[in-house]
């Protein structure tokens, strides 16, 4: 917002340079800077009482010290107008509207010394009438508005809700429907939109001998709701809708009758009417020393605090407690103790605060295990390579039900449309849309996961789900000969479970949404928390995949009541490992994670680490048998081992896995 450096400066004693004046409101904290002769100040929404000329000015007086110049105005008496009525149907939208009538004016071009402070602030100049409420609005910040008193029906003025059919063409020539917004009607019809614009039924002409004007307080949040909905942004408006200074309404009036008289001493003064039926009463606050010096941190002598509340126009007290303090009217955001302290470091300057931090006590917070775990998951995930998505928790109906056990969904009530008519009990279900929806746009190969809330039965679970695609167009030569997908995504989970200081089992035991005999259910202990391998062939039909794809979804409620294992560091070993391979035969229903959980949890001495090398059926074994390989890592941490040693551990773990299994070996 622009502001004429002469126009504030005519308001103050020994008025300082222009690129004092900005150095001195940036340090109140109103950002600005030079623009030609003049000023661009930036306003927050709480600075109204800074938006007009008199108001910067006196921003620096407060800061500086210095009196202000008060504007001429009328003193003569002003007399009751008669025969004339305002009412407000609603106190509430609006407290006060003062109307004043005068009569034998001129809507005569305007004095070239108006025309010259308008047109410096990039104003138009219309008439002298007219240009004296523009000019008092940058004078003051309160907008009033002239109506044509010839125009105005059955002398009265109402401030109500426009009612049905009703219209009004706003003085910028557009045409609006009225009804349900808050209007200034005469006896037969709108005449203004409160506190937005006014309307042309009732304008200021070269015609106009009589004049009404008007300066009201409405309500800021019906003036924004009118404003916005009709599109219409207006120098009034923007004052309205932040707040008025009510105590100033007469000293406006008075301003407006001695510069009316000044230029048409012929004009004569009918009267005033002033309804007011909330009359503007300050808020009395207490301003505790102690909660001074605490808030900031420093102690500013009671002299400087009262000599700011004074030059401010707080009406301070000194009590016991500190100060009682009565904010003025301008100051519509001071309704608070610490209102009345920001203010005064505004102005005592925050270059006075201290940058040391202030002391905190110690915290009762204790971090929540689940909220720690889902952090370190998307840290090991996004360290593998995967990458984070984020979908929506609504979900299709259709879609949802493929990954469902049974029962019935959440419904949304008022769905945006018809793909998110659910909440999902999966997430799979919204991550496999984000990879249906990429792959058909070149991106085939994925490595996405999320972590997310679900929402099952009136509980909102923790899930984590992981979708691995691939590109068997891509192949690079050094990838060889590729591994089932499904070897992939149990690399991950079983790196996140190792991570996490897991130790799961799978069991073929699959839910519908995975593929029989290339899927896992997985368990911690006896508790199923969710499966992994390739989707069902109904989910790659329903999604319309082409290409191989592989999903996990696991729950993460158990990270609730599960502590995190500090990450191990082993030292390496410089004595040789042996290595031995042994293939079992067992029956075919025999689970390979089963086997290979028995030999761990056997703990066989001086083994380092146990991999599953093979699996086969076929000839020469028999029907319904299969063998599985083991190859089994040995290492001492001191000496090397001897050929003894192990073969004794061997025969211990071989004649385990008989008995158990009913295995033998394969030669």
């Known amino acids: 917002m622009y502001f004429q450096y002469e126009w504030v400066a005519q308001y103050l004693e020994n008025a300082p340079t222009l690129d004092r004046m900005m150095d001195i409101l940036n340090a109140t904290g109103l950002e600005t800077e030079r623009k030609g002769d003049g000023l661009e100040i930036e306003h927050t929404i709480n600075r109204p009482d800074a938006m007009s000329h008199y108001g910067v000015a006196r921003e620096i007086a407060v800061k500086n010290g210095s009196p202000l110049r008060e504007p001429k105005l009328f003193g003569g008496d002003i007399a009751a107008l008669e025969g004339w009525t305002i009412s407000s149907d609603d106190p509430a939208m609006c407290p006060q509207y003062m109307g004043l009538l005068v009569e034998n004016v001129k809507a005569e071009p305007s004095p070239q010394w108006l025309v010259d402070r308008l047109t410096a602030i990039e104003q138009t100049s219309h008439n002298f009438l007219v240009d004296l409420t523009n000019f008092l609005l940058w004078e003051f910040g309160h907008p009033s508005h002239a109506f044509d008193a010839d125009k105005l029906a059955g002398n009265q003025l109402r401030v109500r809700f426009a009612e049905k059919g009703e219209t009004l063409t706003t003085l910028d020539g557009n045409d609006h429907k009225a009804e349900g917004y808050l209007c200034i009607a005469d006896a037969e019809r709108p005449v203004a939109f409160a506190g937005v614009m006014g309307g042309a039924n009732s304008e200021v002409d070269e015609n106009t001998t009589r004049l009404l004007l008007e300066l009201a307080a409405f309500d800021p949040v019906q003036v924004r709701y009118t404003g916005r909905d009709k599109q219409i942004h207006s120098d009034a408006r923007h004052r309205f809708e932040r707040g008025i200074d009510r105590e100033n309404m007469d000293r406006i009036i008075r301003r407006f009758l001695h510069l009316l008289l000044e230029q048409q001493p012929d004009a004569r003064v009918i009267g005033l009417l002033d309804m007011n039926v909330a009359p503007f009463e300050r808020k009395s606050l207490v301003l505790r020393r102690q909660r001074l010096d605490q808030l900031l941190g420093i102690s500013l002598p009671d002299e400087q605090v009262m000599e700011l509340l004074q030059r401010m126009a707080f009406r301070p007290e000194k009590i016991d407690q500190g100060w009682r303090v009565l904010p003025p009217g301008y100051k519509v955001d001071v309704t608070r103790e610490v209102d009345v302290i920001e203010e005064l470091i505004r102005f005592a300057g925050f270059d006075l605060l201290t940058s040391e931090l202030p002391a905190m006590g110690g915290s009762s917070y204790r971090p929540q295990p689940l909220l720690v775990g889902e952090r370190l998951c998307r840290g090991v995930l996004v360290g593998m390579g995967l990458q984070q998505a984020v979908s929506f928790s609504f979900a299709p109906e259709d879609a949802e039900a493929l990954f469902a056990a049974g029962g019935e969904p959440m419904r949304v009530r008022n769905p945006m449309n018809i793909k998110q008519a659910v909440m999902r009990r999966n997430i799979l279900p919204t991550l496999l849309a984000c990879v249906a929806?990429?792959?058909?746009?070149?991106?085939?190969?994925?490595?996405?996961?999320?972590?997310?809330?679900?929402?099952?039965?009136?509980?909102?679970?923790?899930?984590?789900?992981?979708?691995?695609?691939?590109?068997?167009?891509?192949?690079?030569?050094?990838?060889?000969?590729?591994?089932?997908?499904?070897?992939?995504?149990?690399?991950?989970?079983?790196?996140?479970?190792?991570?996490?200081?897991?130790?799961?089992?799978?069991?073929?035991?699959?839910?519908?949404?995975?593929?029989?005999?290339?899927?896992?259910?997985?368990?911690?202990?006896?508790?199923?928390?969710?499966?992994?391998?390739?989707?069902?062939?109904?989910?790659?039909?329903?999604?319309?995949?082409?290409?191989?794809?592989?999903?996990?979804?696991?729950?993460l409620d158990f990270l609730a009541d599960h502590d995190l294992p500090l990450p191990n560091v082993t030292e390496l070993s410089d004595q040789p490992a042996m290595r031995q391979d042994m293939a079992f035969v067992v029956d075919r229903h025999h689970e390979v994670g089963a086997i290979q959980q028995h030999i761990l949890g056997l703990n066989p001495e001086f083994l380092e680490l146990l991999e599953l090398f093979d699996v086969y059926e076929g000839k020469p074994l028999e029907k319904g048998k299969k063998s599985v390989g083991f190859r089994f890592h040995f290492r001492a941490k001191e000496r090397t081992l001897v050929s003894e040693e192990v073969a004794k551990v061997m025969e211990t773990v071989v004649e385990s896995v008989r008995k158990t299994f009913g295995a033998v070996i394969r030669i």
């Not at 991106?443 to 929402?455: A, D, M, P």
């Not at 839910?511 to 368990?523: C, F, N, R, T």
Request: contains cysteine; aromatic residues 12%; hydrophobic residues 40%.
């Open 437 to 555: 929806t990429n792959a058909k746009r070149g991106l085939r190969r994925q490595q996405l996961f999320e972590i997310g809330h679900v929402f099952d039965g009136g509980r909102e679970p923790h899930h984590l789900a992981m979708v691995l695609g691939f590109d068997r167009d891509r192949a690079s030569w050094f990838e060889g000969d590729q591994q089932h997908p499904f070897y992939h995504i149990k690399g991950f989970v079983e790196a996140l479970a190792e991570r996490l200081g897991l130790a799961l089992t799978f069991r073929s035991d699959v839910p519908a949404w995975l593929q029989q005999g290339e899927a896992v259910s997985i368990y911690l202990g006896e508790r199923l928390i969710g499966g992994m391998g390739c989707v069902s062939s109904k989910i790659v039909k329903f999604y319309e995949f082409d290409q191989p794809l592989v999903v996990a979804e696991l729950s």
